[in-house]
């Protein structure tokens, strides 16, 4: 199983970057997959998460901002992030589970099947 990130990169408060999560060794088609971050001295933090059948969540930071989708013909899924600031700074990882997971404050990592290595998001000046 491989879950990989790319697209990140260092990007000016008000920018944009679109995030990918190229996935193999599953059935991408059975899976929901989700975006975390974790920003330097802070906890893990859910950012969207989109079920096998399309139905998207979005954590309190992302809503208006970031938009999750997928393309099962590829086996990936994309986050479109817009209007980024210095507080969007993180690793982020996507992960993959038969469902998302829904806490109070946004997508959770709990039951996660199979992560994959993160993408660095700086934004700054």
């Known amino acids: 199983v491989q879950l990989q990130a790319s697209g990140g990169g260092l990007v000016q408060p008000g920018g944009s970057l679109r995030l990918s999560c190229a996935t193999s060794g599953f059935i991408f088609d059975d899976y929901a997959i989700a975006w975390f971050r974790q920003a330097p001295g802070k906890e893990r933090e859910g950012v969207s998460c989109i079920t096998s059948d399309g139905k998207m969540y979005y954590g309190d930071s992302a809503k208006g901002r970031f938009t999750i989708s997928r393309d099962n013909a590829k086996n990936t899924v994309h986050l479109q992030m817009i209007s980024l600031n210095v507080e969007d700074t993180a690793v982020y990882y996507c992960?993959?589970?038969?469902?998302?997971?829904?806490?109070?404050?946004?997508?959770?990592?709990?039951?996660?099947?199979?992560w994959g290595k993160g993408t660095q998001v700086t934004v700054s000046s």
């Open positions: 992960a993959a589970a038969r469902v998302c997971t829904i806490g109070y404050d946004g997508p959770s990592a709990a039951h996660m099947d199979y």
